[in-house]
């Protein structure tokens, strides 16, 4: 081998030492690009390993920014979440004893005052059934005095009245919610509506011979009402009951009782 061939084998080995340098100093652009995308940041929970965290440094353009803004309130809608809160008070598998008071005002001659008691059971939040008694105060009202003093009637005339009465309903409590009052405290409450049937036991005058008779009339109610919660153990509750039942030589009688009462969960 002569001088000659070896300065050019040299020459070889130098150039490719110099390309194996170059190519090793220069990364494919895909490598590049991957060391460019900054690591996820553990402190941030937003932040997502090979994306970019939010764009609010001096590197991001306005454009950007707005882009970014707006991805953010497109996602945010598609990812809410209705959320209904739980009960505070649960009534699922518990009795209820109320004491209650109320007028039955519908009369021409004679205001009630029905006072009694209920006792019912929640087979559920939603539904429970109740049983309710109510013995009837009678009062005359100015129409009654007036005919009685001033034109002289008998009492008799009032052919029908009622003692005593009572029914069963099934109730459908569907909404319950909580209010502000005087935004000094939070009232949580809940609606019931409901049916039932029962019994009124009446006192009736035959106007041919003016003998009382009792009887008993079959009975139907509709009922919506308001429980006020108070305690895990107490409530309120605000009542309307319409109930049906036939009246004394025909026709439909047709009280209302509006009653309000002190609960007891057990």
Request: proline letters at 6%; a negative charge; glycine letters at 8%.
């Amino acid at each position: 081998m002569t001088v000659k061939q070896m300065l050019r084998i040299g020459a070889v080995v130098a150039a490719m030492l110099c390309c194996g340098s170059a190519w090793a100093q220069t990364a494919p652009p895909e490598e590049e690009a991957k060391a460019e995308t900054p690591a996820a940041d553990p402190a941030d929970p937003a932040a997502t390993p090979g994306e970019p965290a939010e764009l609010t440094d001096d590197s991001a353009t306005e454009s950007e920014k707005d882009l970014e803004r707006d991805l953010a309130l497109f996602w945010g809608k598609r990812r809410e979440v209705q959320v209904v809160q739980k009960r505070l008070f649960e009534k699922d598998g518990g009795f209820e004893l109320m004491l209650f008071g109320g007028t039955i005002p519908n009369d021409d001659f004679i205001v009630y005052a029905p006072v009694g008691a209920r006792l019912g059971y929640y087979f559920s939040e939603a539904f429970s059934v109740q049983g309710s008694f109510a013995y009837a105060i009678d009062n005359n009202t100015e129409l009654t005095t007036f005919l009685e003093k001033e034109i002289g009637l008998k009492e008799a005339d009032i052919q029908e009245t009622i003692e005593f009465f009572y029914n069963v309903n099934l109730l459908w409590s569907p909404i319950y919610g909580k209010l502000s009052l005087l935004g000094l405290k939070l009232t949580h409450f809940d609606t019931y509506i409901g049916v039932g049937f029962g019994a009124f036991h009446t006192t009736t005058v035959d106007p041919a011979d003016q003998v009382e008779n009792p009887e008993i009339k079959p009975a139907g109610n509709t009922v919506l009402g308001f429980r006020w919660f108070i305690t895990d153990y107490f409530n309120i509750q605000t009542d309307y009951r319409h109930y049906f039942f036939p009246k004394f030589q025909g026709g439909v009688s047709t009280p209302i009782e509006l009653s309000l009462g002190l609960a007891f969960l057990l």
